[in-house]
């Protein structure tokens, strides 16, 4: 739908437009209201769905599980027509864990997490400095840069690369087809899912030459795993390689763009941080995700729900609204405040429950490396024109047009 | 001061490892326990109340002290 075609939102208790321009760029006003007024608020745009606001009910709502189902048809917000569903489009073996309910939810999980503990992660951060730094080599004499496209966009596609063990050559093509997937494709399946296509094909390719030639990488790991005696299905390691890519790249670049657009837009914010200690850098960081969170996942209810004073029927979307959660004055003080040194910060942008971020040890050790060599090597930085910066929106929100100016 | 990992509610989120490693670890799958029996050594009991204070899962808890 283009602009021209959207129609204006009168009420957003009963109308919401997760993809509305000026939801996508600042949805905070629209999480107070409908707190105070209508906690669960409801819409029939994109096919329905029901979005919480509360962080105590999106909480609730993540812990119901399999009711609120990850599976079925998936967790995106807009579902593929009927025709285009398949086994490889849905369930566990579209991206295992997180298209799937216990008990594959569960194995697939296992195998997946001791590769994303803090220590395991412990190789990609000399990775993910050498890259930052490389990245600046590019831009600094320049003065100027595109925060979100030169450098955050540029970030976790090599790590995550470098991680699964696939050609680094390809990184245009893994943004390109995650785009496809999670952007431009959140609201057109058609294109989602021929990106899905590109991704599974080009894993597919992948999982076959490590089973024949083993490497010391993660797709290799994942052929080498073993559940109950039996090693991972070929279509489950793709699935997992698909989520590997497609949660694990615009997420972390939103997170990490919509951080430069901070600092670049709060100068005493920025001046504080190109002083920072490490326990600053720790809370900073949380409070960047708590206050910039990027995800907003979907669930689909598989039976009759009541909860919070609406009852959710089979079929009925529920949007996971991780970010609104983190702004509730309830849980955090000032929660519309970025308090750099914000102590107690019991934030849910990873998730909560069974569905937590597989990546987040990656993703949060990212975010500090790319922060902290960018800050070492760009202390001073302000934003370029103002009215060239784009966001995305919708299910993964970050900016995708950040004009920095440099010194 | 004690401290306890609610085993059954702990995620993995890694917050408690990252706020004090010498309270708690993680094992092969992230997900934490504590360390010495969670006794909280003299000095660290701020510390302890960060890990409570910041756990998305609601489970760390102080048990005594």
Redesign the interface.
Known sequence: MTDTERCPVDDLATDYDIFDPDYVRDPVPAWAELRDRCPIAHTERYGGSWMPTRYEDVQAMAKMVPELSSANPGPIVIDPPNEFRDQNRQGYNAAAPITADPPEQSWTR?AL??H????AIAPERSYSEQLCNDLIDGFVDAGSCDGAVDYAQQIPPRVIASKLGVDQSRVDDFIGWVRGVLEFGLTDPELRLKNSDLIRNFFAEEVTARRANPRDDLITALCQTEVDGRALPDEVIIGMCNLQLVAGIDTTWSSIGSALWHFATHDDDRRRMADADDALW?TAI?ELLRFYSPVTMARNAIETVEYGGITMEPGDKVLMNFPGANHDPEVFDDPDTLILDR??????A?G???H?CAG??LA?MEMEVSLRTWFSRIPEFTLGDPDAVTWAGGQVRGPRILPIVIG | MKIRVDRVKC?????C???APELVD?D???NAFELNDGIVPVGLEERAQ?MV??????AVEIVEG
């Open positions: 296992k997490l001791p994303f503990t803090p220590k720790d949380e102590q107690r910060n019991r934030h849910i990873f909560a429950g069974i937590r987040s040890n949060r | 995620e993995g989120h890694s917050r490892y990252a706020l993680v092969d799958l992230g960060l204070d910041n756990c998305p899962e609601y």
